[in-house]
């Protein structure tokens, strides 16, 4: 531009000696003589023309230099970065140990909030928080905790350490509830309508008829309740006030209102009380204490009014006991068991209710048989069932009553059916249903009581319906409930 401008002045210092507007000004020929041949003044005009041209040419070209000239590019606008954080609830113990995107540890300390860890996350990239440690018999959960930030600081993520539900179990007229700490309450028949604390430190529970087992995390196998045929496990006292200790290494336990099993962490099932039927022995009117073994391999066991049953390891599921209804599944009415026969095969989890009985197969498959005059077996009938009819597809769990049955679906929908007298159905009404009716969804597990019935959600909570006279639905009252109610962890 300055070579531009030198050349501008220099055309207009040639421009000097003619008038502005005048004719040579404009470039046009001057003659002051009339003989041969161009004057000075001629000769200058025409190298005045000359360089006017030349400058208007450097003009044009430097102009079109200038449009082609690349623009120099604009310097990078530094990318955002946003904070990750969100609120934290019930954290207790020695705090716990957060991740951001696996890398990024945060320290949160017990009785926190609040939280956000100290490195940003770019706007546009994706961020996860995941919990890496935390305090033994805490499970905290993390909700909200993958996304991709968007221009804004992230505050939304919520860890939940708070107690849930984790299993519940329910017997004729009183409840147990087992949380996520590991803490177990009862509540029911014992003037108590919502949990009271019971112990510390137990990770499974069974319920029915008048008596109570637990198992605590290291193996050993308490009991409570009504003992007046040993089905405590010990001789005395008639009724036991306080968890007793009965044995160490076991893994599950089933009763009923007279006898009771349980098995060990190598698979031998050990049974004692009324010994009329149920216990492996026959008729004989004693009582079996302490606990006797019946056999080996087993994996998990239900017992039922007066019948029992059992999966062993490979899938094969035996029954014995009274039959008066075909509970046990063998084909007959008639004959009772004194010892397991064999049922079928190919199983994966068993119920019992007072004289039907279910089991679900590896592939969801859910049969049932016994006694059936309510519809308990949900074969659309009121027929009793001699050996096993298949309900449905697609089941993971179930959970029999005295004349009803609750059972989860794979994507967590719940259904009830057989007696309905006390809305034990959760369906709203009081009639018996002789087909499984839905109740709802989001579900993981059911119990079923004399008649009552409860149903963990996912997200751990709990909710309870039926006969309340006793206060065994824990709401805090004893108004029967035709539909699920809420039971809050105390």
């Not at 605590?216 to 405590?232: H, I, P, R, S, V």
């Not at 014995?320 to 004194?338: A, C, E, F």
């Amino acid at each position: 531009m300055r070579r531009l401008l030198t050349l501008h002045q220099e055309f207009l210092g040639f421009l000097e000696p003619a008038t502005i507007g005048s004719s040579a000004a404009r470039g046009v020929v001057i003659r002051e003589s009339t003989r041969p041949g161009p004057s000075i003044r001629e000769d200058r005009c025409q190298l005045m023309v000359s360089r006017a041209r030349m400058f208007a040419t450097m003009l044009l070209v430097g102009a079109c230099a200038c449009q082609r000239q690349p623009s120099q590019a604009a310097s990078p606008r530094p990318t955002a970065a946003y904070t990750i954080g969100g609120a934290v609830s019930g954290l207790r113990g020695s705090g716990l140990v957060l991740a951001l995107n696996g890398a990024q540890d945060l320290a949160v300390a017990p009785g926190a909030t609040r939280f956000a860890f100290a490195s940003d996350v770019p706007s546009g990239s994706s961020f996860s928080v995941t919990v890496k440690t935390q305090t033994a018999g805490q499970t905290c959960t993390v909700v909200n905790g993958t996304g991709r930030v968007a221009q804004a600081n992230v505050d939304s993520v919520v860890v939940d350490c708070a107690a849930k539900w984790q299993q519940v179990a329910a017997g004729t007229r009183h409840s147990l509830g087992l949380t996520s700490d590991y803490k177990l309450y009862a509540w029911g028949q014992n003037e108590r309508d919502h949990p009271v604390l019971v112990n510390l430190g137990f990770s499974s529970v069974t319920a029915n008829g008048t008596l109570s087992f637990a198992i605590k995390t290291n193996g050993e196998l308490y009991a409570w309740g009504l003992n007046e045929y040993g089905q405590l496990g010990v001789s005395l006292p008639v009724v036991e006030s306080a968890p007793a200790l009965l044995g160490m290494g076991f893994v599950a336990a089933a009763a009923c209102g007279t006898h009771s099993f349980a098995i060990k962490t190598n698979g031998e099932l050990y049974a004692w009380g009324d010994g009329s039927v149920n216990l492996n022995n026959g008729r004989e009117a004693i009582c079996r204490t302490p606990p006797q073994l019946v056999g080996t391999g087993y994996a998990s066991i239900a017992a039922g009014e007066w019948h029992s049953l059992a999966i062993k390891t490979n899938g094969d599921i035996y029954a014995w006991g009274d039959n008066h209804s075909g509970q046990l599944g063998d084909g007959s009415t008639t004959t009772n068991h004194i010892s397991p026969v064999l049922v079928g095969s190919g199983f994966a989890s068993v119920a019992a209710g007072g004289w039907h009985s279910f089991a679900i197969k590896t592939n969801g498959e859910l049969y049932a048989w016994g006694f059936n005059k309510q519809g308990q077996l949900g074969d659309g009938s009121t027929t009793d069932r001699r050996a096993p009819v298949l309900i449905g597809h697609g089941f993971v769990a179930v959970a029999a009553g005295l004349t009803h049955s609750l059972a989860i679906k794979t994507n967590g929908d719940i259904y009830a059916w057989g007696g309905n007298s006390e809305g034990q159905l959760g369906d709203g009404s009081t009639f018996d249903r002789a087909s499984p009716k839905r109740i709802g969804s989001g579900f993981a597990s059911v119990a079923a009581g004399g008649w009552h019935s409860f149903a963990i959600k996912t997200n751990g909570e709990l909710y309870a319906w039926g006969y309340n006279v006793d206060g065994e639905l824990g709401d805090g009252s004893t108004t029967q409930r035709a539909s699920p109610v809420r039971v809050p962890v105390p």
